[in-house]
Each structure stands twice: as structure tokens, then as C-alpha cells.
């Protein structure tokens, strides 16, 4: 394996031990983010088994609720294993991850549901009512802890065995396998989807990706104990320089702690909902809003990440030449400035009907708004009024509705056109938008397939753009004794929290607001901010000797 020696020199070319640590790691990483993902994408399938009836956006917020649930507990995670990274071992840690991450992943494929279902070879399972979103739940704390510490994990061990003018080269893989691992969820559910029927997979074929989870675990656990600890924190123990408190170090010391913060509001924060914008929140933007049908919106999501995977790599090399922080705020500038339109653009090629009808017939809602709720957890302490049901009708068909409030009224009342309906009726309202021609999902004969793809690989290249880097910037950022520990949270934060968060928050403000564009507010704002943070406060750092000192300490210093 590589030594110190060779880790600090310049100007060679990759040797087959970086190349292994590379592949080894990056598959490892690939396999967990398909574990983490799964739910997402297939959150819409089964929310409505793991929750209460009766509302189907509120069921979808529910399940978006416990799927953001993985990413808050991802700090902790980080944290925890974090730690056990910086007085143990890379290694050893992120092999107890990906173990954790596997068997979790594999028991969600098992789980009961909340009125019960029929299984193959099995017959009929009991529903096990609020324990199924209780188990549910569990779970993905579960893969959040283990995520939390896989990658800070994989991006030092990859850091540390590469050469300093690569580094950026050599973690873009690292960067890939989040893309990669989405890619994988869709292409193994599409799979799924296309042998069986859809009500087949509905009630029981989304278990089957959980479910052959546990081939990918057995394979990268295999591959993983065939690496060795990295040479930089070899030597580092040996030398008797490890932290005896990485935690306190960490986050209680000045000015680590001051760079932690800033490399969270300054970088990954920013980076985390450009991420989960061009991925997650598009994929749900076709299938939710624009009612394009799942399979399609897979192979086009699909094209878009083999289309755009590659740029990690492009990014990453050119950020070992001109710098990791300007790529990073610059992806996030430019996806704050044109997200509106892109998503604007999105509806125009793929439901051009969606997008006339709109124009045509105007919607407005007039209701007491002192009984309309924002529900983002939604759990057996919500309660529904008829202003949230009417809201969530309108919500889940993709129409945007403007809001009138009108203090005391008893009933709320639609105006689409020329047509008023009084009072919420699901059935009065669902013929009043069939009389109006109102299309129930995207015809796939009118969808503009070239332009459709083209905007989403925009949004891809924004991803790559500002992920790429990141691996990189926030290892070279922190010393080797604390570097786990220190480079973990910030990620997981901005990733976990401000990322993850994404889609829950986004589809609550579409609800609330009436606007299906309003839920962009979210990541732009918070772009917008990593911009401004970033430019001020942060410090370029490819120049860093990882082996020897610390961006930290150089802008400490300057």
C-alpha cells in the first residue's frame, strides 16, 4: 500500500494501490447510497401503506417525513462515527457502516404494513398499525447513522492515500457514488416495474429492491477487508500525534469550530440543495406535478445522471488546477439565478397541456385561512380540515391556486374560470376540473423528450459542479487527528438537514402557498446564501499539505 512518502509526491502518475483504494472505496460508497436512496424513490409507492388513509398528500409527507428523518439523524452519525474514524481508523469504521446501512436497508423489505397486505408464498399479513411507521422510522435513523459516517469515511481514506496534486481527481469517484447510487435504485426498481403489473407493485414488488440489498452488502464487505489503514494516520499514530478528544477538538476548540461552521453555511449547505434540486426534487416534479408517468421520468432522470456523471470527475480534475471553492459557490450562484426558469421550462416541454390549462382556467380558493394547516409531520396528532383537504386536492394534481382569505366563512369554495363550486366535495370538485378539460397526466406523445433531457442535465451539471469538489476542499480544510470527526458534520449538516430536508419543506410550501414554483424559494435562498458566506469568509485550499498541516491553520493565520 502507499507510504507517506509516496502520498507527498508530486508529479507522478496514479499508482495501482490509489487505484484499488479508489474502486474499492467508491464501490463500497455506490452500494450504501443505493440502500439510502431507495426510499426515496419509492416513498410515493408505499406511503400510503405505512400511514392512515385519507389524505394523499398528507400520506406523501408523512413518508417524505421519514425519509428526511435519515438525513437529521446523518450528523449525529457523522459524529459518532466521526469519532470512532479518528481514534480507531478509517477502515475498520466506515466497514461497520456500510453493515449497518446494509442490514437496515434489507429489513425495511420486510416490514409489516399499517392495514395489513397480501404477500407471495406467504398469503395475508396483519396490519400492525402505528408501529409500522414506528419500525419504518427506526430503520431510517438506522441508515442515517451509518450514512453519517460511511462518507466522511471514504472521501479521507481516498484523501489520504492520494497524491496532493490529484486529491480533487481522486475524490470526485468518491463524488460519483451518490449519482451512481441513485442511478442503480432507478434502474433496479425500473426493472422491478417492468415484470410485474403495477398494482402487483404497489402492493408488495417495491420490497423487492430492499430486498437483494443484502447481495450488494455481502459483495462490499468482501471488497473492504481487503484494504489497509491509510498511511497518513498510520504514521500519525505511531508518532503519538492522534486526538485523545477528536469531539472536543473538534467543535470546542478554536478555530476549528469557527471553520466547521463556516465550512457548513459556506459550501455544503449550498452544495447539499443544489444536490438534491437537480436529482430528487426534479424526479418528483415530473412524477408528482407534472404527472409524467414513473417509468419515464426514470429513463429520463436516468439519461441525466449517465449523461452527467462524468462532469464529477471533470470538476474534480479541474479543481486540482484553478481552486475547489470557486467551482463550488459558482455552481451555486448559477443554480440560484435560473431555477425558476428551468423548472418553468420543464412544465412548458413535458405537460404542455398541464402548463394551457393552467393559463386558461384560473383557480381560486376562498377559505377562513385561520383553518388551514401547514403539515409537514404528520402523525396521529394531525387533523385535517376541509382547507387542507381542498389544498392537498389541487396540490396532488399540479395546479397552482390563488388563495383568498375569507375570515368566517363556513365552507371553502372554488373558482376555476367561470365555474364556481361551493363547499369541499372531492367529487364536485374532480368534475369540475374534467369539465374543463383538465389533463390527468402528460401525454407522452406531446412531451419534448430533447428539451426535457437537456434541462435536467443543466441541473445535473450544477450538481456536479458544486459536488465534485466538495470531498476535497472540506478533508484539506481540517488536521489528520480531527479530520473524520471535523469534515463529517459540516457535510451531513448541510447535506442531511439543508439538502435532505428539501423535498419535505418544498412540498409543504407548494401546499400551503398554492404555487407549484414556491417550493424553488427553498434552495435558492439558501444558494444564495452559500454564495455570499463563502465568497467572504472562506479561503481557497488545494494547496494544502494534508500530511503536515491544515487549511485551518492557514486562515487562521491570514
Not at 455 to 472: E, H, K, R, S
Request: glycine content about 8%.
Amino acid at each position: 500500500m502507499s507510504t507517506l512518502t509516496q502520498t507527498s509526491a508530486r508529479g507522478r502518475g496514479i499508482t495501482k494501490d490509489e487505484r484499488f483504494v479508489i474502486f474499492a472505496s467508491s464501490l463500497g460508497t455506490i452500494f450504501e447510497w443505493y440502500d439510502f436512496y431507495l426510499y426515496a424513490v419509492l416513498a410515493p409507492f408505499f406511503a400510503s401503506l405505512f400511514f392512515p388513509a385519507g389524505n394523499d398528500t398528507a400520506a406523501l409527507l408523512s413518508a417524505f417525513a421519514t425519509y428526511a428523518a435519515g438525513f437529521l439523524v446523518r450528523p449525529f452519525g457523522a459524529i459518532f462515527f466521526g469519532r470512532i474514524g479518528d481514534l480507531v481508523g478509517r477502515k475498520y469504521t466506515f466497514l461497520v457502516t456500510i453493515m449497518v446501512m446494509g442490514a437496515s436497508t434489507f429489513a425495511v423489505g420486510l416490514l409489516p404494513t399499517f392495514a395489513g397486505t397480501n404477500l407471495p408464498l406467504i398469503g395475508t399479513v396483519a396490519g400492525i398499525g402505528w408501529l409500522a411507521p414506528v419500525l419504518l422510522v427506526a430503520l431510517r435513523l438506522l441508515q442515517g447513522l451509518a450514512l453519517g459516517g460511511e462518507y466522511g469515511g471514504a472521501a479521507t481514506y481516498v484523501a489520504e492515500h492520494s497524491g496532493p496534486d490529484r486529491r480533487g481527481y481522486s475524490t470526485s469517484w468518491i463524488q460519483t457514488t451518490a449519482t451512481l447510487g441513485l442511478l442503480m435504485a432507478l434502474i433496479v426498481i425500473a426493472l422491478s416495474r417492468t415484470n410485474m403489473d403495477a398494482k402487483t407493485f404497489a402492493e408488495w414488488g417495491w420490497r423487492v429492491p430492499f430486498l437483494i440489498s443484502v447481495v450488494l452488502l455481502v459483495f462490499s464487505v468482501y471488497i473492504r477487508l481487503k484494504l489497509n489503514e491509510t498511511p497518513i494516520f498510520q504514521k500519525m499514530k505511531e508518532e503519538g500525534k492522534g486526538s485523545k478528544a477528536p469531539l472536543t477538538e473538534s467543535f470546542l476548540h478554536y478555530p476549528n469550530n469557527k471553520y466547521v461552521l463556516l465550512a457548513l453555511l459556506g459550501a455544503t449547505a449550498g452544495q447539499g440543495v443544489v444536490w438534491y434540486t437537480g436529482q430528487f426534487y426534479a424526479l418528483f416534479f415530473l412524477t408528482i406535478t407534472l404527472k409524467l408517468d414513473y417509468l419515464n421520468a426514470y429513463y429520463l432522470i436516468g439519461l441525466s445522471l449517465i449523461l452527467g456523471t462524468p462532469f464529477f470527475i471533470v470538476f474534480g480534475w479541474l479543481s486540482d488546477r484553478i481552486g475547489r471553492l470557486k467551482i463550488i459557490l459558482a455552481g451555486c450562484l448559477i443554480a440560484a439565478v435560473t431555477y425558476f426558469w428551468l423548472f418553468a421550462a420543464l412544465t412548458h416541454f413535458v405537460n404542455p397541456d398541464l402548463e394551457a390549462f393552467a393559463e386558461k382556467n384560473p383557480i381560486t380558493v376562498s377559505a377562513d385561512q385561520a383553518t388551514c394547516n401547514l403539515h409537514i409531520f404528520v402523525g396521529p396528532w394531525s387533523k385535517f380540515s376541509d382547507c387542507d383537504r381542498a389544498q392537498d386536492f389541487l396540490t396532488k394534481s399540479g395546479l397552482s391556486f390563488k388563495i383568498v382569505s375569507t375570515p368566517g366563512i363556513n365552507s371553502v369554495d372554488m373558482q376555476i374560470g367561470s365555474t364556481k363550486v361551493t363547499g369541499w366535495d372531492n367529487a364536485k370538485w374532480t368534475a369540475a376540473l374534467t369539465a374543463a378539460n383538465y389533463p390527468k397526466t402528460a401525454d407522452p406523445k406531446k412531451v419534448n423528450w430533447v428539451m426535457a433531457e437537456l434541462i435536467l442535465f443543466i441541473m445535473v451539471i450544477y450538481v456536479t459542479m458544486v459536488y465534485g469538489p466538495i470531498a476535497a476542499f472540506l478533508v484539506e480544510m481540517f488536521p489528520t487527528k480531527i479530520r473524520y470527526t471535523s469534515m463529517s458534520l459540516p457535510y451531513h449538516i448541510g447535506n442531511g438537514w439543508f439538502g435532505g430536508m428539501l423535498p419535505l419543506l418544498a412540498t409543504a410550501v407548494v401546499a400551503a402557498t398554492g404555487n407549484i414554483y414556491n417550493g424553488l424559494w427553498y434552495p435558492i435562498v439558501v444558494a444564495a446564501m452559500t454564495v455570499v458566506i463563502g465568497t467572504i469568509f472562506l479561503r481557497e485550499t488545494k494547496d494544502t499539505d494534508i500530511a503536515r498541516s491544515s487549511a485551518v491553520a492557514s486562515m487562521a493565520k491570514g
